[in-house]
């Protein structure tokens, strides 16, 4: 961790043009489809893939080990089951 | 304490910050003997009105750091809508990199700053475990954390 460097504008711009802005849309699809379901499991840490849910999980930590586990680096889905989920403000960002 | 005092500039108070793959996937990229991807250096902005942390999209996959999480998101002063948005899993150091460099873990969001000059936001959840001066006369903001 000894490299220091700093992306260019371009290659900035050429990201905007490359990069999706959402890589998570199936596994929230699937886990917005579950919820309703989930009322005993509030406060849990469910694993999604795609469709495929790999587990229920107590902690944080635990859930993205075992998706690290089953799936690599990912892209995987590592979320907690929320009735009522919060909403962040991030200031300075494009929307 | 170490502090960090940056010149507040056009763009508002903008610091480096270092960024690294997050602790759990680098421990398994070494185990593999998977050369991990190195740690870079961003120019971040101070960013009080943001709840949470933020790295632009470009930056993470330059350390293939991938999405492991989504919350919904929304601009200071928007009512009602909100968007989702990609969290990943990092490392992040303040300052950016040098000898005896500390990490912190923590989860970033994966969206572009509006400033184009800028690739991460500190926001408040970096921030609450800082000390901010801002010196508006003297046009410096001194960090200490």
Known sequence: ?95 | MPHITVIIGADGPVIDLGVAVGRSWQRRLAAQGIVVPPATTVRALIDTGSDLSVVHPHVLHQLGVQATGSIRIRRPGATGGFRPASVSQVQLTIGGLSPGTQWVSAQVVGVAPSTPTVFALIGRDVLEHCTLFYNGPRRELTLSH
Request: aromatic content about 10%.
């Open chain 1, 1 to 95: 961790m000894t490299t220091k460097s700093r992306p260019t504008q371009a290659r900035k711009d050429e990201a905007k043009a490359s990069t999706s802005p959402f890589p998570l849309t199936q596994e929230l699809k699937t886990y917005e489809a579950h919820l309703a379901g989930w009322a005993d499991r509030q406060g849990q840490f469910v694993v999604i893939r795609g469709r495929d849910i790999l587990g229920f999980y107590p902690c944080h930590d635990d859930a993205l080990e075992a998706g690290y586990d089953h799936f690599g680096s990912g892209p995987f889905l590592v979320k907690q089951i929320l009735a009522h989920e919060p909403i962040y403000q991030l200031g300075q960002i494009e929307l």
